[in-house]
């Protein structure tokens, strides 16, 4: 029983001298991306959250260009395609007025000629019966005409003797005679028909040689006057209200067609085609020497009056979209491009008006490179 207590004793003193030495408990770090207690702040290395950061190499690569937003009274236009066409006086259509064939020919391709000069000239053709018909025609003619030459001059030789209405009948007789046996002989050089230009220009392109047979009605050729141009386009209804009486209109050439040249209005029809529901405008060229022809098509650029106020607009090409939403990157620092969103007013080829947004006058807007940026943005 002693030995026990004294057992207990001694366990009793090691726990109190423990106790004693023993430092008292302290709060743990954590280590490994662990909780530390406290709000955990963002590495050198994460991106913000409207930004791309873009090193000068890169930009280079991806050949990222900028330009700057600026206030502008800019134009609202609208694009139409058109077709060009002869204006009033700018074609002239040559054609054969009767069945023959080409005796004579002086026009040639690509030359100037003026109105009323010679061009070719056609001789008629007659078919057998036709030809037949004719010599039997002039076989009378003049059978007619020694008859009639015969009758007055037996009357002649008695006119003392002779009745007088007599003599005047064979003298009306014997004039009638020699009329028609002069038109009959006559048609032959009657036949050939001289064309002419029916205006100043230049002859066109034609397949024409002399001696060629050609039928009544048929285009010998083709005489264009290329100062003297036309521009026919179709204005659909959701851009009637775009055509005011102030606009301004200039005709382009299509992608890949270089030229450019001012129109002033004809006409911009009130009749309503039935089959597009569109109306028709009419546009003459004013150059003279215009880089257009005939027959081609052709963008018409219709320039509105310009607006009173300016209004801060940036190059079209530099809008894109994030999840739906039109945006426009800036270039902020050397190598940073910080997204902004913005809601883009009227347009046109180059400029967009802005109405509203996150950005200013000034302000350098990426217009080459956007879609790199748009991607970088979206994997980081």
Known sequence: MKTRLNLWLAAAAVGLTLTVLLPPPANLLAHGGEDHGHEAKPGAGTAQTDAVVLPKESQYLFQVRTAL???SDTYSRLTLYG???AGAGGEGRVVVPQTGRVVSLSARVGQPVRAGQTLAVVEQTLDA????GLRTERANAQAELRAAQQDYARLQTIADIAARKDVVAAELRLRQARQNAAILNGQASQRRVTITSPISGTVDVF???????VNQGDELLRVLNPGKLRVEAQVFAQDLAK???GAQFRVEGLQGQAGSSPARLVVFSNAVNPVNQARQLV???DAADSPFRAGQAVNVQVLGQRGTEKQLVVPTAALTDLNGKPVVFVHTTPEEFKIRYVQPGPANGEQTVLLGGQVNENDRVVVTGTYQLKSIYLNQ
């Open 283 to 285: 546009l003459e060229l």
């Open 129 to 132: 019966t036709q030809e037949i």
């Open 69 to 71: 937003a600026a206030y």
């Open 207 to 213: 397949n024409l040689a002399v001696g060629q047979q």
């Open 83 to 85: 077709t060009v066409t």
């Open 243 to 245: 055509v005011t009486p």
